[in-house]
């Protein structure tokens, strides 16, 4: 065949695709999602196989083994046990609550660690809601925000670098920006959970945490998968708002999501593969229905829609296999 172009010239050896690779993933890319308890020792999570939640010691343990790997940022989500949770969720605001004090612990270990700290108030609500619920079962927004800054400043406090809000609250960008302003926390970071939508993929995530909702759903606070363009105007408003790193949840079944935020803003965006992601994957490779590179090509992908940085479950795995090359 007489061909001007012939594409596979620039597959036909590693050299020449590595020449032109369009996308890396490194260790400094991830951030690693764990799973922490008051107490001693790991608890297996059955949905989540080979994902534990985690008791002071393991989390030391666990940590080291993910800093060792050039992992430097962990996101913590407490596990509270059922006689702390409320229907105001105030425990979120103890300053020596399971939090805080790992916040604590972290830092002093590694005190160039980057700990990321999750506000919303499902693990503290007797709900299992992000918010608090009224009486009809409506979830408050401007009261829910307003514990959501104590939280914040809870957290800012123990020594949290970013404070990452997934509650999906109208305003609680700007409203918890103000409060760590006013407090002097100028330097702490904000990773918003931007465009977070109502999914089905957060299951694995609610039985680790025990923290789904008790009835209804949170679709009048997260996003309707059926949408893209609504991502954009949350993204308008948290850039408003003063956020510093915006985020798409779920990543792989939304990577158009990804690609949208990463063309509309200057920000960095990340993406988090997140709990049902994890369980699909690791599931399939269990059986032997996948080979364990897919878990490494799920990330790429996720990077190639242009996320900059992926929250991951995978992370210190992933991290061991990119060291080994
Ligand atoms: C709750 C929160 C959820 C996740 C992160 N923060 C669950 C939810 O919104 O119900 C999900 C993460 C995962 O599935 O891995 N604020």
């Given at each position: ?194 465009a ?35 991502a ?15 985020m798409v949840?779920?990543a792989?079944?939304y990577l158009d999501v990804i690609h949208r935020v990463r ?6 965006v990340a993406a ?29 992908a996720i990077r190639r829609a242009g996320a ?18």
């Amino acid at each position: 065949m007489k061909l001007p172009s012939r594409p596979r010239r620039n597959r036909k050896s590693a050299p020449i695709r590595d020449f032109h690779r369009e996308t890396w993933l490194h260790p400094s890319h991830l951030i690693y999602p764990v799973f922490i308890f008051d107490g001693d020792g790991r608890q297996p999570i059955p949905s989540m196989p080979g994902c534990d939640r985690l008791g002071r010691d393991a989390l030391l343990e666990d940590v080291a083994k993910a800093y060792d790997q050039g992992i430097r940022s962990v996101v913590l989500f407490p596990a509270i046990a059922e006689h702390l949770k409320s229907s105001d969720g105030k425990e979120a605001k103890n300053p020596d609550g399971l939090v805080p004090e790992t916040i604590r612990t972290l830092k002093k270990q590694w005190p160039d660690l980057l700990v990321v700290t999750d506000v919303a108030l499902d693990p503290y609500s007797s709900d299992g809601h992000d918010g608090i619920v009224a009486s009809d079962g409506r979830i408050l927004n401007d009261e829910t925000v307003e514990v959501l800054c104590g939280q914040a400043l809870a957290q800012a406090r123990a020594g949290a670098d970013i404070i990452s809000p997934s509650d999906m609250m109208d305003g609680r960008i700007g409203a918890i920006r103000t409060a760590l302003d006013n407090e002097g926390f100028t330097e702490v970071s904000i990773l918003a959970y931007t465009a977070k939508y109502a999914s089905k993929f957060y299951g694995p995530f609610r039985d680790a945490l025990d923290s789904a909702p008790k009835f209804g759903d949170k679709k009048t606070y997260q996003m309707d998968p059926a949408n893209g363009r609504e991502a954009l105007r949350e993204l308008a408003l948290d850039e408003a708002e003063g956020a510093d790193i915006v985020m798409v949840k779920p990543a792989g079944p939304y990577l158009d999501v990804i690609h949208r935020v990463r063309q509309a803003t200057t920000l960095p965006v990340a993406a988090y593969q997140v709990s049902g992601e994890y369980a699909m994957l690791q599931g399939a490779v269990d059986n032997g229905w996948l080979e364990e590179s897919a878990i490494l090509e799920s990330l790429i992908a996720i990077r190639r829609a242009g996320a900059d940085i992926i929250l991951t479950y995978f992370a210190p795995r992933v991290a061991a296999w990119l060291n080994e090359d």
